[in-house]
């Protein structure tokens, strides 16, 4: 067993936990933080994206030790009050999403592609995003809405 | 996901301690997306796992005659680092391709050496820059370059008491052109069906030097020698690179697998290494890369 502090959507925590629990794990039930979904289990699909220290990373393949000290973002962090994210809001206003079970693993890592390259062209956003699978969208729709917030443009 | 305890050494010291204490009951993990996985097959199961991430100064990228990265240093930092484009661009050209943006956050160059998956992209690479890594242990400090460190399928010279704490890539010759080549005919972000690392240097108009190294091509990261002496000393000419490019079905031994039988992979070995030897000799012409 290990004692964990990392900070998880701005806040400071601290657990226990077996030495061998996942972070994906530790987000979902220590935490209840269930945004984050599990696909594939081995760090292929991206549905697990979260944000460890300023870094995309797939949730499903770390040790929830390697996170101690951290700073962890999850979609449950995006949201300030009752605002959204603009991307959480691009998404709504450009149909980024049909079935939304690898979404917020799309808006994490978009977040990450945002807050290092805030005006990405399209083949730079096709470079980072390809690693987020989603079987329902064709992903032109994921594109548009992670470049109407990265322009600042929402629908009306 | 089995048991095991999960230690954190606070500096190298600490972690050679670790290490010589449990022996190959002990496991490293920097990033852990190799290691991860298998352990989650149940194919490792280490009753202890040394965890890296604390360790400071593991992560720097230095210039100083070449280039001496960090074993910590992830492939993310890598293929960022400006010094590493110009005069290196191999390697961040390679780091670029591996996998997805997740995995190189995570992926550190030191543990790909180690993990010696033959499927990897960086170890032909790193071949083909005559690159060096450095080991150490409580018993000292040794350096092996890194086409001799694979010894067979996920197996290296590292033995259970070393650590790899930095990759040493000299100076490249001047009038040498590089490049990797991954053919993904399935998806973007899956392991290469071949790979190939190439560099060309030449010397008024001949190929004074060359590099061949491939991926995915038998149960080790590969280096083509019978490729590069088949081209010293020769022109750059189609014939010649078609002619050289051929006798690398003499030394793949490809595992087949879902993205295809071993003669097709031996095939696209020999197609690859022709079109990535064309490819280093005109980015040589042009001024090296």
Known sequence: MKRISPHVNGQQISREIPDNRLLVDFIRYDLGLTGTKEGCSVGACGACTVILDGQPISSCITLAVMADGGEVTTIEGLAKDDR???????????????CGICTPGQIMAAKALLDN????????????????????TG????IESIQAAAHGKLAP | MISFTYVEPR????????????GDEAKLIAGGTGL????????????YLVGLHRIRGLDSIKSASGLAIGAFCTLRKIESTTVVDSG?????????QVATIRIRSMATIGGALAHADPYQDTPPALMVLDAMVRLRSQKGTREVPVSELFTGYYETVIQPDELVTEVFIPEQPSGSGSVFI??????????????????????????GDARVALGAAASTPLRAKVVEEALRGQAPTPDVLRDAAALVASVVDPI???RGSANYKRDMAVVFVRRALAQAVMRARAGGA
């Open chain 1, 139 to 142: 992903y032109y729709k994921i």
């Open chain 1, 117 to 136: 390259n805030a005006h990405p062209s399209e083949d730079e956003i096709k470079a980072w995003m390809m690693g987020n699978l989603c079987r329902c």
């Open chain 2, 88 to 96: 290196f661009s191999l390697l961040a050209e390679t780091c670029r």
């Open chain 2, 256 to 258: 087949p697998d879902f």
């Open chain 2, 36 to 47: 991860i996985n298998l352990m989650k097959q149940n194919l490792v199961q280490p009753a």
């Open chain 1, 84 to 98: 959204l994210h603009p991307l959480q809001q691009a998404f709504l206003d450009y149909g980024g999403f049909q």
């Open chain 2, 11 to 22: 500096d190298v010291g600490e972690v050679l301690e670790t290490l010589a204490r449990h």
């Open chain 2, 182 to 207: 991954k053919f993904l005919p399935q998806t973007h972000d899956d392991y290469a069906t071949v790979a190939v690392a190439a560099r060309v240097t030449l010397r008024n108009e001949r190929i």
